[in-house]
């Protein structure tokens, strides 16, 4: 039997039980259509989905998507946490990937995201570590936060959505392909990379109609994401080529160099780099969401802006002091502001789907292999029961909260978000440079976008557009 803490409310003492897992249960699901199940039903931000219906069905439910068959929903953060906890059995049991049949099409060999928990998807992640461990990555934040400030500097009224996917583009090439420079925001390669890796991102991989009628992948319908593909490989080889030209094994500069040096004595086709660095730019656009998210919400509340400028000011000897991360744990109220936006806008409101690798039982309910998973963490991050007030920004709750097995924005376990080990350093640096040398307002009578006022992304739930103004505060 599992216990474990809920928090944020106060609670934090309290213990939730849940039930013995050799009981038999039968999972329950939402009334469904004979032809395509729930699928039809399923909202375009599908968590909101998810957490309708675990209203009526619970943490753990069944739903039918049609041809594809059933999958299982995880819907509750006691059982969020029983299934993916670092080292425990279940998260071995749940650490492969469902995959959308479309993926088939596009391809998924080799990439970090799409495969199942093998040696090679291991070794692949373990790479991408690697890779950051060898780039001096506060440095590449601090460039491209510096290149962010400039633009607020010079332009009177910035479009902040468009300047943060900007700068996420860079951070993601500079990681991936430009040996760990960056790019300028104007220039024509920057532009034609970012255009060409993230086409198609705006197409639903569960939603696809390939995925019922895969014979439609060949149809004109598809002649676009077809070329687009070629046009991904074609415009990553220059890459490529010029990378083996000048690699030196001593000085591995970004995810090229990464593929060409391998790790130990494991090596890999290099040519993989390319699924990789497309399934890695959707990834990452959980990062610019929760960019965009936290200027949103910060410049919402003046208190809250004012919070973060006086722990600011508190923490730095003198003004021309800049953000390093040697000060991270000395700035709580930005770490409570970023997980606070995390959890009010859970960016990516669902882990990406998982199987089990076998059949197996799970707080009691029979799980069949290669079942897909859906977790949803929209649902438990706004359960009033853990979250008072779960749609108000309140930084505050995460005072006095240490970090919750139950809270995983990045996701947790083996599947554990690959970006894990650099994306709190990026939005610290982000939060705490800019409102240090900023005061960012809304632009009078523009409206912000709320909650509801988004849109998805790549599985990412972005803010519709908004502008800001910035004075500077110190000079
Ligand atoms: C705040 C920013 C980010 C958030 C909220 C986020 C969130 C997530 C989540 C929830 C998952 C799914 C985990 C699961 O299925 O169990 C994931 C997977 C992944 N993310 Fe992120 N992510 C962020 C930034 C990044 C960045 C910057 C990168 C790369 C540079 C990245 C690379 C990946 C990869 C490779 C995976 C797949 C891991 C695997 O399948 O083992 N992410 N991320």
């Known amino acids: 039997m ?70 299982i929903v995880l819907s509750g953060a006691d059982e969020i946490a029983a299934a993916y906890g670092p080292g425990s059995e279940n998260d071995i049991k749940f650490s492969d990937r469902w995959r959308p049949p479309i993926l088939e099409k596009i391809g998924y060999a080799g990439s970090i995201t799409w495969e199942d928990w093998l ?49 996420n583009n860079n951070i993601l090439l500079s990681i991936t392909l430009n040996r760990g420079d960056r790019y300028e925001y104007t220039d024509d390669e920057f532009k034609t990379l970012s255009e060409v890796i993230l086409a198609n991102n705006d197409r639903s991989l569960i939603g696809s109609p390939v995925n019922l009628m895969h014979c439609l992948w060949h149809t004109p319908f598809y002649n676009s994401t077809r070329r687009d593909l070629e046009k991904l490989k074609t415009t990553i080889q220059p890459y490529i080529d010029s990378h083996r030209a000048d690699f030196d094994r001593e000085n591995i500069r970004d995810l090229i160099d990464g593929y060409l040096g391998g790790i130990g004595e494991t090596s890999f086709d290099v040519q993989e780099v390319i699924i990789n660095i497309s399934s890695l730019f959707p990834s990452a656009c959980s990062l610019r969401a929760t960019m965009q998210y936290i200027i949103l919400f910060v410049i919402s509340d003046d208190d809250v802006q004012k919070k973060i400028q006086e722990e600011i000011d508190r923490v730095l000897n003198d003004a021309t002091e800049e953000y390093d991360e040697v000060l991270a744990d000395k700035i709580p109220y930005i770490n409570a502001v970023i997980k606070e936006s995390l959890r009010l806008a859970s960016p990516v409101g669902q882990l990406l789907p998982h199987c089990p690798i076998k059949d197996t039982k799970f707080e009691g309910y029979e799980f069949k292999k290669d079942t897909p998973i859906f977790t949803n963490l929209w649902g438990p991050n706004h359960d009033p029961e853990n979250w008072p007030d779960p749609y108000v920004f309140k930084p505050d709750r995460w005072l006095d909260t240490d970090d919750l097995p139950t809270f995983v924005p990045l996701g947790s376990g083996l599947r554990q978000c690959g970006g894990y080990p650099v994306a709190f350093k990026a939005l610290r640096i982000l939060t705490f440079t800019v409102f240090k040398r900023f005061h960012l307002k809304s632009v009078e009578g523009e409206k912000l976008p709320t909650l509801e006022d988004s849109f998805m992304l790549a599985g990412t739930t972005h803010p519709n557009h908004f502008n800001v103004t910035a004075t500077h505060r110190v000079s």
């Open 119 to 167: 040696e090679g998807a291991k070794q692949r992640k373990h790479l991408l570590h690697e890779v950051f461990k060898s780039m001096d990555m506060e440095g590449l934040f601090k460039n491209e936060v510096d290149a962010v400030c400039e633009v607020l500097s010079n332009k009177e009224l910035v479009d902040v959505c468009e300047l943060l996917n900007q700068a």
């Open 2 to 71: 599992a216990t474990r803490r809920k928090g944020g409310s106060g609670d934090r003492d309290t213990y939730t039980k849940i039930e013995d897992p050799t009981e038999n249960k039968k999972l329950l699901g939402p009334e469904q259509s004979y032809l395509f199940g729930n699928l039809l039903q399923i909202d375009d931000k599908s968590h909101l989905s998810w957490t309708k219906w675990s209203e009526e069905l619970g943490a753990v439910y069944e739903i039918s998507l049609g041809p594809m068959g059933k999958a």
